[in-house]
C-alpha cells in the first residue's frame, strides 16, 4: 500500500473543520447552568440570612435570563418562615410556599449576576431551623 499525504492532509482538514463545527453547536446550545447551596441554620427569629448561590460555567456578559427553576428544602416547615429568591438588591421573589418551581421573573437580568435565597423566621415561628438544599437552574 502506497502512502499518500495529499489524501492524508485532506482527511486531516476535514476531521478539523468537523471538530470546530461541532464545539460551536455545542456552545450555541449550552444554555443554561445548575447550582446549588446549603441554606443556613436560622438561630434567631426576625433575622434575614442569605445564602448565595454561585454562578456555575462562565455565562456570556450579554446572556439575559429567560427562565430560573428552583427547589429549596429545610427541616420542617414552620408558621412564619419566609424564604425569597433574589437577584440583586432590589428583586425578590416570594417562594415561601413553594419547595420548588420556575419564573420568568428574572427574564432580561444579567446571566452571568448570582441568585441568592433570602430566609426569616418570624413569631410564631420556631427557631432553630435547620436549612437543607438551596438549587437553581438558570437558562438565557
Do not use: E
Amino acid at each position: 500500500m502506497k502512502f499518500n499525504s495529499k489524501k492524508l492532509n485532506g482527511t486531516l482538514a476535514a476531521l478539523g473543520m468537523a471538530t470546530a463545527l461541532l464545539m460551536c453547536s455545542q456552545m450555541a446550545v449550552a444554555s443554561s447552568y445548575q447550582s446549588s447551596t446549603v441554606l443556613p441554620t436560622i438561630h434567631s427569629k426576625g433575622y434575614l440570612y442569605t445564602a448565595n448561590v454561585p454562578v456555575s460555567g462562565s455565562p456570556p456578559a450579554n446572556g439575559k435570563i429567560s427562565n430560573v427553576t428552583w427547589n429549596w428544602g429545610v427541616v420542617g416547615w414552620p408558621s412564619g418562615l419566609s424564604v425569597h429568591l433574589c437577584h440583586g438588591a432590589n428583586l425578590c421573589k416570594d417562594i415561601s410556599r413553594q419547595r420548588s418551581g420556575s419564573t420568568t421573573d428574572f427574564n432580561n437580568r444579567n446571566a452571568s449576576q448570582g441568585l441568592y435565597y433570602a430566609v426569616r423566621v418570624v413569631s410564631p415561628g420556631r427557631v432553630p431551623l435547620a436549612g437543607q438544599h438551596g438549587n437553581v437552574t438558570v437558562s438565557w
